[in-house]
């Protein structure tokens, strides 16, 4: 008579002793587990794809420098500088030189050491200079070695400031 019992009751006594022993396992589809399904701050960092997040899935304001891999991020390039009027410099990035050609003409050399050649789009020149200078031209031209950037003024030799940044 037990042996009846066991036999005709086997499935739901398997049940009992697996839901009170704590080996219940069932199966989900994959990628069927949403949001809704986990508890607040139960998933870790292990349990997240390597380069899976995007910036729309980071806090704002919730990253320091420490989890930023420098190598990553896009870098500008620049040079800047004061051309006096007979072409000697104030004041100008390491390696980048300027000298006046003619009246009201200057030259300024940008090495490839510090605005690289190749640079899509080319770089950004701006003159700097008080409103009665009047810049008739300019041109960037990547050279062998440099940028080769030429400045013409109205009106004979001017004191001015430059800048280029390199996107």
């Given at each position: 008579?037990?042996?009846s019992h066991l036999?005709s009751?086997?499935?739901?006594?398997?049940?009992?002793?697996?839901?009170?022993?704590?080996?219940?396992?069932?199966?989900?589809?994959?990628?069927?587990?949403?949001?809704?399904?986990?508890?607040?701050?139960?998933v870790?960092?292990?349990?997240?794809?390597?380069?899976?997040?995007?910036?729309?899935q980071?806090?704002?304001?919730?990253?320091?420098?420490?989890?930023?891999?420098?190598?990553t991020?896009?870098?500008?390039?620049?040079?800047?500088?004061?051309?006096?009027?007979?072409?000697?410099?104030?004041?100008?990035?390491?390696?980048?030189?300027?000298?006046?050609?003619?009246?009201?003409?200057?030259?300024?050399?940008?090495?490839?050491?510090?605005?690289?050649?190749?640079?899509?789009?080319?770089?950004?020149?701006?003159?700097?200079?008080?409103?009665?200078?009047?810049?008739?031209?300019?041109?960037?031209?990547?050279?062998?070695?440099?940028?080769e950037?030429?400045?013409?003024?109205?009106?004979?030799?001017?004191?001015?400031?430059?800048?280029?940044?390199?996107?």
């Amino acid at each position: 008579m037990i042996s009846s019992h066991l036999r005709s009751n086997a499935i739901a006594y398997l049940a009992l002793f697996l839901a009170l022993g704590g080996g219940v396992a069932w199966a989900v589809e994959r990628n069927s587990i949403r949001s809704k399904h986990i508890v607040n701050r139960t998933v870790k960092p292990i349990d997240v794809k390597p380069n899976s997040l995007t910036g729309k899935q980071v806090k704002n304001k919730s990253l320091t420098a420490a989890d930023i891999r420098t190598a990553t991020l896009a870098t500008t390039r620049s040079a800047a500088g004061i051309v006096n009027p007979d072409g000697t410099v104030q004041d100008i990035t390491s390696g980048v030189t300027a000298d006046r050609e003619s009246s009201g003409t200057y030259r300024i050399d940008i090495p490839y050491s510090v605005i690289p050649a190749g640079a899509a789009p080319v770089p950004v020149f701006q003159i700097i200079a008080p409103d009665d200078h009047h810049v008739e031209g300019q041109e960037v031209i990547e050279g062998t070695s440099q940028w080769e950037i030429t400045v013409q003024f109205s009106g004979g030799d001017h004191l001015f400031g430059f800048i280029v940044i390199s996107p």
